[in-house]
T-cell receptor, first 114, second 114 residues
Framework: NAGVTQTPKFRILKIGQSMTLQCAQDMNHNYMYWYRQDPGMGLKLIYYSVGAGITDKGEVPNGYNVSRSTTEDFPLRLELAAPSQTSVYFC?????????????FGQGTRLTVV | AQTVTQSQPEMSVQEAETVTLSCTYDTSENNYYLFWYKQPPSRQMILVIRQEAYKQQNATENRFSVNFQKAAKSFSLKISDSQLGDTAMYFCAFMKWDNNDMRFGAGTRLTVKP
């Protein structure tokens, strides 16, 4: 059972570079989320999607973009990387919202911007 | 804005004993959900327990139970018969009933000692 798969697991970026963090789920979940976790802190929501073609901002969306062209995939794009984006990024999915169903998390992508 | 506070950055407990992790939150909402998530060294986020604010009865899941005090805005997690596998970061989280933006506390690192 693959669940939620994030790639890559680790990445080092130079300031100003761009990259896409990949997230795929094979559970046919409608909802998908992107979080960042800074050292010593809890997760903060960047963007989420309630279905293909629908995305919405979370608490900390600046500097990021997302798209949801299929149910399975929810990539997160970083444009013009900055040191403040150094963090661990988690993708999650759930069949419905958190209030109705459990969310499943990927194992995270550790990103360092230097 | 909703905030979640976990005042114990680190805690330890002897195997087979009981430990309680504290969580307080600030909100003006009446309907909401509270969660405890476990994050072991693998970085996977695992749902431990969930509480609906409209329910007066405290949620329980095997060795895990909560003490939900709505008036005091307190949501503590009790782990009974602690096991070595319980060693992890534990995050308390809050979410409004009509929202997908889950707000996390900074976490408590729990170590279970043999």
């Amino acid at each position: 059972n693959a669940g939620v798969t994030q790639t890559p697991k680790f990445r080092i970026l130079k300031i100003g570079q761009s990259m896409t963090l990949q997230c795929a789920q094979d559970m046919n979940h409608n909802y998908m989320y992107w979080y960042r976790q800074d050292p010593g802190m809890g997760l903060k929501l960047i963007y989420y999607s309630v279905g293909a073609g629908i995305t919405d901002k979370g608490e900390v969306p600046n500097g990021y973009n997302v798209s949801r062209s299929t149910t399975e995939d929810f990539p997160l794009r970083l444009e013009l990387a900055a040191p403040s984006q150094t963090s661990v990024y988690f993708c999650a999915s759930s069949l419905q919202g958190y209030t109705n169903t459990e969310a499943f998390f990927g194992q995270g992508t550790r990103l360092t911007v230097v | 804005a909703q905030t979640v506070t976990q005042s114990q950055p680190e805690m330890s407990v002897q195997e087979a004993e009981t430990v309680t992790l504290s969580c307080t939150y600030d909100t003006s909402e009446n309907n909401y959900y509270l969660f405890w998530y476990k994050q072991p060294p693998s970085r996977q986020m695992i749902l431990v327990i969930r509480q609906e604010a409209y329910k007066q009865q405290n949620a329980t899941e095997n060795r895990f139970s909560v003490n939900f005090q709505k008036a005091a805005k307190s949501f503590s997690l009790k782990i009974s018969d602690s096991q070595l596998g319980d060693t992890a970061m534990y995050f308390c989280a809050f979410m409004k009933w009509d929202n997908n933006d889950m707000r996390f506390g900074a976490g408590t690192r729990l170590t279970v000692k043999p």
